[in-house]
């Protein structure tokens, strides 16, 4: 019996990854009075990245569960 290919992004560890439209960042961006060099950074390499086919200069929304915050948001430029 073959193997199939088991997606990264499904393992119950690995938080949920998306990249932004552009609207949102220029949102974003505007909220938090920042600019897009001043979000922590993700590599290009990183295997989430490479699953979801972000690019360089895209913005990454990371949602993660936490027991105390219940929904956590984390954003990520990613980069070469």
Same mark, same amino acid.
């Given at each position: 019996?073959? =193997? %199939? =290919? /088991?997606?990264? @992004?499904?393992?119950?560890? !690995? ?9 949102? !960042?220029?949102?974003?961006?505007? &909220?938090?009075?920042? =600019?897009?060099?001043? @979000?922590? =950074?993700?590599? $290009?390499?990183?295997? /989430? ?7 360089? %200069?895209? !913005? /990454? ?6 027991? $105390?915050?219940?929904?956590? @948001?984390?954003? &990520? @430029? /990613?980069?070469?």
């Amino acid at each position: 019996m073959k =193997k %199939g =290919k /088991v997606s990264i @992004l499904e393992h119950e560890l !690995v938080p949920l990854h998306k990249v932004m439209p552009e609207q949102e !960042v220029t949102e974003l961006l505007k &909220r938090y009075k920042i =600019k897009k060099e001043q @979000l922590p =950074k993700i590599k $290009t390499s990183d295997p /989430v990245i490479k699953e979801i086919k972000a690019k360089e %200069g895209d !913005v /990454v929304e990371i949602t993660r569960n936490s027991r $105390t915050a219940g929904k956590f @948001l984390s954003y &990520r @430029l /990613v980069t070469k």
